[in-house]
């Protein structure tokens, strides 16, 4: 089975910072890659799938790259509604989640 | 715009059955494959089941296999999860998702607000 692994599991940034999360696949995945979004007390909401491809409505500071077993989501300039959890998930068959990365506002 | 509402959770004692519901409205209900996912209380996101758009197929996470049924009522727009045999491992508030697709890619673009099913005696 593949697994995804998500580093870091946290992390604290200020408002204004670059942020960046990385998520490795345990085989190739080419580019069946989703990202969600976790608020708070929230629902889950898709952010970018096929790896780099935006969801209508997510903000264009949100951006996904990578392909194949290294993935990476950036957060261009860190927003105070940006603080979540952010999974990443490889689809395409049975669909295994990352762990998680929790961010916060420093 | 897109609406999956659950509901059926609540407190169940461990062997015991409980069935989920989630309407589904705003959208085609037909067009679109089903999914269950799972979340434990302070953990992560566990994919549960999938139905086709047409029910015409299933697939489910061994963890739940032989123990969950997912179905689908295409003239009520509703996706049910019956849980039979419960356990205490599954607590967890339980989303319906919808796939983009008729037959399943495995992501998920629209959930529902989650219903908790607590396993305890």
């Known amino acids: 089975d593949i697994q995804m692994t998500q580093s870091p599991s946290s992390l604290s940034a200020s408002v204004g910072d670059r942020v960046t999360i990385t998520c490795r696949a345990s085989q190739g995945i080419a580019n069946y890659l989703a990202w969600y979004q976790q608020k708070p007390g929230k629902v889950p909401k898709l952010l970018i799938y096929a790896a780099s491809t935006l969801q209508p409505g997510v903000p264009s500071r949100f951006r996904g790259s990578g392909s194949g077993t290294d993935f990476k989501l950036t957060i261009s300039s860190l927003q105070p509604e940006d603080v979540a959890t952010y999974y990443c998930q490889k689809y395409k068959s049975v669909p295994p989640f990352g762990q998680g990365t929790k961010v916060e506002i420093k | 715009q897109v609406q999956l509402v659950e509901s059926g959770g609540g407190v169940v004692q461990p062997g015991r059955s409980l069935r989920l519901s989630c309407a589904a409205s705003?959208?085609?209900?037909?067009?679109?494959?089903m999914h269950w996912v799972r979340q434990a209380p302070g953990k992560g996101l566990e994919w549960v089941a999938v139905?086709?758009?047409?029910?015409?197929?299933?697939y489910y996470a061994d963890s739940v296999k032989g123990r969950f049924t997912i179905s689908r009522d295409n003239s009520r727009n509703t996706l049910y999860l019956q849980m039979n045999s419960l356990r205490a491992d599954d607590t967890a508030v339980y989303y319906c998702a919808r796939d983009p697709y008729y037959a399943p890619i495995y992501y998920f673009d629209s959930w529902g607000q989650g219903t908790l099913v607590t396993v305890s005696s």
């Open positions: 705003g959208f085609t209900f037909t067009d679109y494959a």
């Open positions: 139905i086709w758009f047409d029910g015409s197929n299933t």
